[in-house]
């Protein structure tokens, strides 16, 4: 399912053994993100502070810019939140993380138990892998949904010797070879549709954990979704270094965008079956392109994805000074081949497309998508460098190549 979303995004917008986990029946009621207690959530602070128990490793860590999962510190437990695990979800996800062989914590905050460290993990999206990485434990990884569209080369290369397993994706996910797996945890994502994996795994019995980085429209608070995973290793501590460089790195190259008088404008993606999927005003492309200086054209619209009309794109859009994230195409060719018309765009003409295609595998699956998630300074780099190469004149594109 995550594949099909990652494909159409490139349309539409830049746009989870014996001691298996406890888990929550999927009958039963869990609470609602306005019925979480805010004040047990941990407030940020200038330093983390270690854990009051020393049956966890990691040190305690704040959740500064994602908006769909808290962290808890609570007396023998950590406990996580899923406040928003779809768009429109009426229900929070709660997991209860506790050392291997401690007690169960209290039976009345509806969470599903995982052991951590946790040792085997199935990963059901790409954007996982990153932040494995970070902590050191993509070796963990025992199955994936499809490795067609995966770029890390070692999942690659794992999965194709067979080390790795493949699972299948959505409500087409094998339950049975994961029943067979017994793994620790399987990560996945969920849109609230009857294509989501996760309530067959809950039937089963499964130790499944909905993530939904998705959902977050800030650059960083999308990549914050690493400590959330590191969790689960009890290893959120190293995540959260690696976040903070991140945060840092960001926060450095939008200083020297912000200071642009003259903003160049931008437009973004192509007409796919009609229709021009634009990203909203609001959304995580649109923030990207703001943080990186630009005059997105569409700014003023409300929303995440607007569908829009090729003739109403291009009244808007016609003069645009750049033009990214074009889908497939990997030179203008390729774009003209989709449609003439695009040749009476500006940056068209003045030779200024770009797209995010840089870093791709052979059968399409980009890079972008999987550690950009968790690489925003440098996504932010290459946008800064496109629309004010002066301003960084060390970096070369990564995710991104000019269209000849």
Same mark, same amino acid.
């Given at each position: 399912?995550? *594949? ?7 349309? %539409?917008?830049?746009? @989870?053994? $014996? ?23 941990? @407030? ?12 966890? *490793? ?7 810019? @994602? ?19 779809? $768009? ?8 209860? /993380? ?8 209290? $039976? ?33 990884? &025992? ?25 299948? +994706? ?11 797996? +017994? ?15 996760? =309530? ?5 019995? /499964?130790?499944?954990?909905?993530? $939904? ?18 969790? %689960? ?45 634009? =990203?909203?005003?609001?959304? %995580?492309?649109?923030? /990207?392109? *703001? ?5 997105? &054209? ?48 500006? @940056? ?20 972008? %998508?999987? +550690?950009?998630?968790?690489? =925003? ?7 800064? *460098? ?19």
């Amino acid at each position: 399912m995550k *594949k099909s979303l990652v494909l159409l995004s490139m349309v %539409f917008v830049l746009l @989870a053994a $014996a001691c298996r986990p406890v888990l929550t029946p999927p009958s039963q009621t869990i609470p609602t993100e306005t019925e979480i207690d805010a004040t047990e959530v941990i @407030a940020p602070s200038s330093e983390p502070k270690a854990p009051e128990s020393n049956s966890f *490793k990691s040190a305690r860590v704040k959740v500064e810019f @994602a908006r769909n999962f808290t962290i808890e510190y609570q007396d023998g437990y950590k406990l996580l939140t899923v406040t928003q695990p779809w $768009a429109g979800a009426e229900q929070a996800f709660r997991y209860a /993380l506790i050392p291997r062989g401690a007690a169960q914590p209290p $039976a009345d905050i509806n969470a599903m138990v995982v052991e951590t460290p946790i040792e085997s993990f199935v990963a059901m999206s790409t954007t996982y892998y990153p932040f494995l990485e970070w902590i050191g434990q993509l070796g963990t990884v &025992v199955a994936i949904d499809d490795p067609t569209y995966v770029f890390n080369a070692d999942v690659q290369s794992r999965a194709a010797a067979g080390e790795i397993a493949v699972v299948g +994706s959505g409500a087409g996910a094998d339950i049975e070879k994961l029943i067979a797996l +017994s793994p620790d945890v399987i990560m996945t994502n969920a849109y609230g549709s009857i294509y989501d994996s996760h =309530p067959k795994m809950l039937e089963a019995n /499964l130790p499944v954990v909905i993530n $939904a980085d998705y959902l977050e429209d800030s650059p960083l608070g999308r990549a914050e979704w690493g400590k959330f995973i590191a969790a %689960f290793y009890d290893q959120e501590d190293v995540a959260a270094a690696e976040f903070d460089r991140v945060v840092a790195d960001y926060n450095n190259v939008k200083a020297l965008a912000e200071v642009m008088s003259e903003k160049v404008t931008v437009i973004t993606n192509t007409d796919y079956q009609g229709t021009w999927y634009v =990203p909203g005003g609001q959304s %995580f492309a649109a923030n /990207l392109m *703001k943080d990186a200086g630009a005059a997105y &054209v569409f700014a003023d619209q409300e929303g995440s994805t607007l569908p829009l009309s090729f003739e109403v794109v291009f009244d808007k859009g016609k003069d645009a000074d750049y033009w990214i994230n074009v889908g497939f195409p990997t030179d203008k060719a390729s774009l003209l081949g989709l449609d003439a018309r695009y040749a009476e765009f500006k @940056a068209f003409q003045t030779d200024q497309v770009f797209n995010n295609n840089a870093r791709a595998n052979a059968n399409g699956g980009l890079d972008y %998508f999987e +550690s950009g998630v968790a690489n =925003p300074d440098i996504v932010l780099k290459d946008l800064v *460098k496109i629309f004010y190469p002066d301003l960084l004149p060390d970096h070369m594109l990564y995710y991104y190549q000019k269209l000849n």
